[in-house]
């Protein structure tokens, strides 16, 4: 399937800053379900930095903007072609050990529900995870607005209800109680298992499965990852796999602005 994607992040300032860097995570994965065919950044006034692999296969870039700045636009426009691998994540350049994503961050830190969840459901395996997966996508309901990007899935689970960063976190906490590794996964979705096209960038989760290595797992749509997803980078959790990361120099408040669009695109 080839997708089109349209991404725009727009960060307002109230008063003049001196300065931003950003650290970027905005390139498409390149492994066997997935190929770009063509794909740009662009930072309104920016200078592009270096830009290196890290361990996980993210590529990260850099950028700063001199000031003083009002308003920075980042633009993401592309195409990439996918494939259904069955969520299964094959040919990604990668040198981190599956043990590194054993550990436990703010965001994925169990409490008691969360054990309880995690060893209630029987199985084992790939088996054990779809079980897990599926009792997640019933205990935490799917309510754009119901959360916020702080929200511990300690907290998501308690409150029954949350948005796709919820359910990744809660299955990875889930995931690393029965010791297996697991780690989010930062992307685009072309459509929802109902068809029905999502204007968000989305979020899933992927764990370690011996014998067949990191598999995807999507409970806000109950099923892994397949040709309608575009994968972007991972990380331990939501804040270590965000796309765009930066800092400023002033103290003027900053506000975001999000405008993402996946389309089909013409062979």
Known sequence: MRLSVDHTTRYSYDQPVRGV??????SP????????????VHVSDGIMGGGFRDGAGNWVQSWSVQGPISEITVTVRGTVETRDTAGILRGNRETTSPIAWLGATHHTAPDVALTELA???SGQGLGLIHAMSAAI??????????????????????LGEGVCQDHAHVLITCAR???????????????????????????????YVEDLG???????????PDEGYIR???????REAAPIRGISRGQGTESMEIAVAVAAAQQ
């Open 21 to 26: 860097v950003q650290s970027h995570r905005l």
């Open 119 to 121: 060893h209630g459901v």
């Open 177 to 207: 109680l029965r010791d297996m590794p697991a780690r989010y996964v930062s992307g685009y979705l072309f459509a929802t298992a109902d068809g029905v096209a999502h204007e968000a960038a989305h979020a899933w989760a992927e764990i």
């Open 214 to 224: 990191w598999v995807g797992f999507d409970p806000a749509n109950y099923k892994s």
């Open 232 to 238: 972007l980078c991972c990380g331990m959790d939501a």
């Open 29 to 40: 994965t390149v492994f066997d379900g997935q190929s770009v065919v063509d794909w740009n």
């Open 137 to 158: 996508s019933e205990a935490v309901a799917f309510v754009p607005g119901a959360t916020h990007s702080h929200t511990t899935a300690a907290e998501a689970l308690a």
